[in-house]
């Protein structure tokens, strides 16, 4: 059997840009897949489908501790980094940045970027500072690789429009994809918090995509009321033991502005905390 090459490990930012300055004059189109490690098929399918556009692949493994609220999972967030490697070299990515916070937040550090608009409401509202956090080091983390491409995953759907809304706004030059959300066989969305969950609360977890399931079919029967399907998605959760609703929401899928109507794609998007662990999810509707 072949063995996979590992990719070569970075955390130095002039390291960095010293090996893709060299990618660059070569004229290779450079990719970037960023992640807070932890990974799973989605993320690899961020790689794959990097792999497949672009001449090098670059992953940035990087716990960001400004996108967590002080009461969130920073301290617990699963780091697994020989097993990150090993998959990374699986999939054949060139090379995995994996700065240090003193490198990316040093004890000067005083420039934040705030988002308007897209990045307000849901996880905005719930989660305060999140997309600050998100957004600056996505900034930080295109400006030192600055790469051709970036990758994205549609389950953090809101997220990949709020940095879609900062790269069009600050005008950085890089083109944003945003790759389908992988799910496990039974529906539930690949995420690193989903290795918080006890074995029955896995099962529980489900309910989330068992209530994007219910507004898919009560719109395939027609229903044009997102009063009626978001009764029906809450009632799907509430009937689980220990199910907490952060929200569940029926938007337009380019404002995240409720609709009250599904005249158009209607993005259903939800949070719900399962023994604890935060789980988001969403689907797009196309009555
Ligand atoms: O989606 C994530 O894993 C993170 O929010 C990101 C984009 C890597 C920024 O830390």
Redesign the pocket.
């Known amino acids: 059997m072949m063995s996979a090459e590992s990719p070569q490990v970075v955390s130095d930012p002039a390291v960095l840009r010293a090996a893709l300055t060299v990618i660059r004059r070569q004229g290779k189109r450079i990719g970037l897949a960023?992640?807070?490690g932890a990974l799973h098929e989605g993320h690899l399918s961020l790689v794959r489908a990097c792999k497949a556009e672009c001449g090098y692949t670059v992953v940035?493994l990087?716990v960001?501790p400004s996108?967590f609220g002080p009461s969130e999972d920073l301290a617990k967030y699963p780091r697994t980094w020989e097993a990150d490697l090993a998959a990374l070299a699986g999939v054949g990515a060139d090379l995995v940045f994996a700065p240090r916070d003193a490198e990316i937040y040093p004890s000067d550090y005083a420039t934040w970027i705030e988002v308007g608009g897209v990045a307000e409401p849901l996880e905005g509202q719930h989660r305060p500072g999140h997309f600050r956090?998100?957004a600056t080091?996505?900034l930080k983390?295109l400006n030192l690789v600055q790469p051709d491409v970036a990758y994205?995953?549609q389950k953090?759907f809101q997220?990949a429009l709020v940095?879609q809304r900062l790269v069009a706004d600050l005008n950085v030059p890089v083109e944003i994809r945003v790759c389908p959300i992988i799910r496990e066989p039974d529906g539930l969305a690949m995420s690193s918090r989903n290795r918080y969950l006890s074995p029955a609360a896995r099962q529980r977890a489900l309910v989330l995509w068992r209530s994007l399931e219910r507004a898919r079919e009560l719109t395939a029967r027609g229903e044009r009321s997102a009063a009626a399907i978001l009764a029906q998605m809450r009632a799907v959760i509430l009937q689980t033991e220990d199910a907490q609703i952060d929200y569940v929401a029926l938007v337009d899928p380019q404002t995240l502005l409720p609709v009250e109507a599904l005249t158009g794609p209607t993005l259903a998007a939800l949070a719900v905390k399962i023994e604890n662990t935060r789980l988001i999810d969403n689907y797009l509707l196309e009555p």
Do not use: A, E
Request: charged share 5%; glycine share 12%; no cysteine.
């Open positions: 960023p992640t807070m940035s990087y960001n996108q956090g998100v080091v996505v983390l994205f995953g953090d997220q940095i």
